[in-house]
């Protein structure tokens, strides 16, 4: 009984991620009696998802580029969650770079991690989605996850980690060129995010340029989705095939 109502709150639960299945595997708990505790998993909902899901299995190197809502940052960030829990990585290290997208922040009360808060937030979401927000808080305080602004990653080697680099349409060329050379052994990096949509200036942003050249080499994935591939609201695909 208790596992159906289980199963019936998940499934009409409106604030569950589209790219959620409505399948719960139980695993058994430690420390619980046995007691089964339920596991998210995320399945591709189309073609170029499930491509994107693919290269991130096999390539230590992948970039996901497409419009907002395609679901980027959301399967890195489960994956990411997957290979941490599996021991295949020791930490989860998530950058994006602090451009402000037509407004000044920097007039905000605060500490540098306070100012920085509003850039960061979608990482808190897609994480507090996968660990919830009581495991999220402590690994954060254990450094086993670690978010930071592009700034900070300058002259680290980044090894047995998953590292997603967000909103790369707003990194330069140079700044794209340090971060994947951060990439250390036996870890995996991501770099998601829309030429098409930068808050840079134009000419500036080296995501596409990049991105060209690294289809060249063997070993990194480059996976292009399209509006078609948008998963919120059917209007926002609608939006961008016009604007």
């Not at 305080?141 to 090894?159: K, L, Q, S, W």
Request: net charge positive.
């Amino acid at each position: 009984m208790g596992k159906r109502t289980v199963r019936k709150t998940w499934r009409n639960d409106a604030r569950i991620h589209p790219l959620m299945t409505e399948n719960i595997d139980t695993l058994p708990v430690a420390g619980k009696g046995g007691q089964p505790r339920y596991v998210r998993h995320v399945k591709a909902k189309n073609a170029n998802q499930a491509a994107l899901l693919e290269a991130l299995d096999r390539d230590n190197v992948v970039l996901a580029l497409g419009p907002a809502g395609t679901g980027k940052t959301f399967l890195a960030i489960a994956k990411a969650v997957d290979a941490l829990e599996s021991g295949r990585v020791e930490r989860i290290v998530l950058t994006r770079p602090a451009v402000e997208a037509g407004e000044t922040l920097g007039f905000l009360p605060g500490d540098l991690e306070a100012k920085l808060a509003p850039y960061l937030r979608p990482f808190y979401d897609a994480l507090g989605e996968r660990l919830g927000a009581k495991r999220l808080k402590q690994a954060l305080a254990d450094g086993i996850i670690e978010i930071a602004p592009v700034a900070y990653m300058r002259g680290r080697t980044i090894n047995n980690s998953f590292i997603v680099i967000d909103e790369a349409q707003n990194c330069t060329f140079v700044q794209l060129k340090m971060l994947l050379t951060r990439l250390g052994w036996q870890s995996t990096m991501v770099v998601a995010g829309d030429p098409d949509q930068t808050d840079l200036l134009p000419g500036m942003s080296g995501l596409a340029d990049i991105a060209t050249r690294l289809e060249q080499v063997g070993r990194i994935g480059v996976v292009r989705l399209t509006p078609n591939d948008v998963v919120r609201h059917p209007l926002v695909s609608s939006m961008l095939a016009v604007l």
